[in-house]
């Protein structure tokens, strides 16, 4: 059994380590205990987010069936039954040791089942309402693992920090989101700019676009905003890691605004060498000290 939970937790690691690039080297600035933990919860959202992303080939109604046999293995083991299954030992195991919320679980999984059919978001309100399952449970299942002085005050700032992520890979990836058929930008911001859905699949950055982009971009950072408040709020510990998360994701929206908005040319990332000045004043910085992004 031991032999079985440490290869799920491996599992999970791998996983984190393979598509988390960003949040992998923020993770490795935890102490090590808490490390598997984060790895466990990545690998549960990233393989029911590769159950329907990465299975395109199948029809949306097989990939739901999919994804509706794997969360009822899941449910399993939450009434303690025996799971065979690669990585959901390791996200069990990490339920039970800090007694997380299930309906957090419950509203992630209700989100990935919505991307099996819903393709598009006309307000802001019905992406942020998905955004609630997808993103903004995500740091409330964290913040146990983090730790914190204050968790009633720490709580909205962590789900604005999951929120403030995944707007960030929504404007990054827009194109990647056409390729599936996507767009996670709300249509009453399009709309504003006079961009259609057609106008974005011809993929070319145009001056409308751009605007667009350039609007996304700033309410993104108004989550980050929201969520920075949390940060010195976490056990000092964890401090360097979520500062580190939180500077370099943000550092995507500079690469995208340093492109001129356009996101279509080339998927923008932070330059290696910025990442690694990020930690390392992450790991000088005095734990309370207030976060902001990085200039």
């Known amino acids: 059994m031991e032999t079985d939970l440490a290869a799920a937790y491996e599992r999970c690691r791998e996983l984190h380590r393979e598509h988390g690039r960003t949040y992998y080297l923020a993770t490795r600035l935890l102490p090590a205990w808490k490390r598997r933990h984060v790895h466990a919860l990545y690998g549960f959202t990233r393989y029911a987010d590769e159950i329907v992303d990465r299975t395109e080939s199948r029809p949306s109604a097989e990939r739901a069936v999919v994804l509706t046999e794997w969360s009822e293995r899941f449910l399993a083991g939450l009434r303690g039954e025996p799971v065979d299954d690669p990585l959901l030992p390791a996200v069990l195991h990490t339920i039970a040791v800090f007694g997380l919320d299930l309906d957090d679980f419950e509203k992630f999984l209700r989100s990935m089942a919505m991307d099996l059919t819903v393709t598009a978001y006309p307000r802001y309100d019905d ?18 693992i983090l730790g914190s002085s204050d968790p009633a005050a720490a709580r909205e700032p962590a789900r604005q920090l999951g929120i403030a992520f995944q707007l960030t890979n929504f404007v990054r990836d827009v194109a990647e989101d056409l390729d599936r058929g996507r767009i996670y930008l709300p249509g009453e911001h399009l709309a504003e700019f006079g961009v259609t859905r057609r106008i974005l ?57 340093a492109a001129d908005y356009d996101v279509f040319a080339r998927r923008a990332t932070v330059p290696n060498r910025r990442r690694a000045a990020v930690a390392v004043r992450s790991l000088l910085t005095r734990p309370g000290t207030p976060v902001q992004l990085a200039a």
């Open 127 to 144: 992406l942020l309402d998905y955004m609630d399952g997808s993103a903004a449970v995500i740091g409330t299942m964290m913040l146990p």
């Open 201 to 257: 699949q011809q993929r070319v950055a145009t001056p409308a676009i751009k605007e667009l982009i350039k609007a996304e971009v700033a309410r993104a950072r108004d989550h980050y905003a929201l969520a920075a408040p949390g940060i010195p709020l976490l056990e000092p510990a964890s401090q360097a890691c979520m500062r580190t998360a939180f500077q370099l994701y943000g550092g995507i929206l500079d690469e995208i605004e």
